[in-house]
């Protein structure tokens, strides 16, 4: 009983020490945010314009929309969706499709998933070869099929073997680049709540050479379900010495930006499903750091003409099978800032061609609606 007793007595010990020490870390980082709120933010050898980034979300974050989301400003970093290393080197279409990149679409990221060390370090090579000014290793996607294939957030479940697998493509990316381009992680908490991996597994990648580490602060079991943990990405921040972490989720407002800096003491923050409605919100999010302002948000018009250019560009990128297949998929989220649309959006949902989507966003323009949105922009910069 008495040796039980000292177990127990040392081990409440040891985790008040190791509670003691976490805050000590997290009061230390964050008196770091003064100069993180409106500081451009630095990876490696790679200046950024702002602390913003765009984050590589599946089956939205094409060329067409980097470029919209680009032009609208305030954007520090882009990334493509996830590319197959598999693919690149074959030359498959379609992740040529993906990583596809134009004038205007710089700095760009490139982020593989995958988990075999030789192919992923092979096809961060290819990426240094066609314009990546980053390199991403994604380790949290919590989608099955990416999952079941042992890559994404699967490598948050063997830590040691993760950091030798980013040894390797940290290797192959400064001999391709004679070190000009960083490689980055991106990660999630952990598995689940009772396999917390992401500070010990920051600290080991800092280790291993890489730039900055991205959390998205929930669990792979948790997927994009209840909130945000910002302690969570901030005991993230503490673990490491010098290396940046950017902060992601649930970041649809300039306000829940500028809160996420501050709370966690991340150096960057990365935007994904809130820009899907408002790509103007990194240029939102930008304003409210450096002026104390959000700025104003664009006009029904201009929101409008947005929606055009997107179009557009994904006419001249990607051809109309694709660019009719992904506005019919995407209106539905543009048209969250544009108020009552039904009739619009059923018009594009239902347009055979590109002349009928034209002419929808036409008639919208111009009143031929009776519920067509005020002009005047939105009350509110929620997603």
């Not at 390797?168 to 396999?195: C, F, H, I, N, Y």
């Amino acid at each position: 009983m008495l040796r039980w007793g000292g177990i127990v007595g040392g081990l409440e010990l040891c985790g008040t020490v190791r509670r003691r020490a976490r805050r000590c870390a997290a009061l230390a980082s964050r008196s770091r945010i003064a100069r993180v709120i409106g500081e451009p933010l630095t990876i490696g050898p790679v200046r950024l314009a702002t602390n913003m980034l765009l984050a590589p979300v599946a089956g939205y974050c094409d060329l067409a929309f980097r470029l919209v989301v680009r032009g609208c400003g305030g954007v520090g970093l882009a990334s493509t969706d996830l590319l197959s290393p598999h693919g690149l080197l074959r030359g498959s279409a379609k992740s040529l499709d993906l990583a596809q990149t134009a004038a205007g679409d710089a700095p760009l990221g490139m982020q593989l998933y995958g988990n075999d060390a030789a192919i992923l370090a092979d096809g961060a090579a290819w990426a240094v070869d066609h314009g990546a000014a980053v390199v991403d290793i994604n380790m949290g996607c919590p989608v099955d099929k990416v999952t079941k294939t042992n890559g994404g957030s699967m490598l948050l479940c063997d830590p040691q073997r993760t950091t030798r697998l980013a040894e390797r493509v940290v290797g192959a990316v400064e001999k391709a680049s004679l070190g000009r381009v960083p490689v980055t992680a991106k990660v999630r908490l952990g598995w689940d709540s009772r396999s917390i991996v992401a500070p010990r597994l920051a600290r080991r990648l800092e280790g291993a050479g890489i730039a900055a580490v991205t959390v998205h602060g929930r669990t792979t079991e948790q997927r994009f379900r209840g909130e945000v943990d910002l302690d969570g990405i901030g005991e993230v921040v503490a673990a490491v010495d010098r290396i940046p972490i950017i902060g992601n989720g649930d970041v649809t407002t300039p306000e829940a930006c500028v809160r996420m800096l501050r709370v966690t003491g991340c150096a960057g923050v990365m935007i994904g499903r809130g820009a899907f409605s408002a790509p103007w919100l990194p240029r939102a999010c930008w304003s409210l750091q450096t002026t104390g302002r959000v700025g104003p948000e664009p006009t029904f018009e201009e929101k409008l003409d947005l929606i055009m250019r997107y179009f557009g560009l994904m006419l001249e990128h990607r051809g109309e099978r694709y660019a009719m297949t992904h506005i019919r998929r995407r209106i539905s989220w543009f048209a969250k800032r544009l108020g009552p649309c039904k009739p619009f959006r059923e018009a594009i949902r239902t347009a055979p061609g590109p002349a009928e989507v034209r002419a929808a966003l036409a008639e919208f323009r111009h009143g031929g609606w009776a519920d067509r949105a005020a002009r005047g922009p939105a009350a509110a910069l929620v997603a």
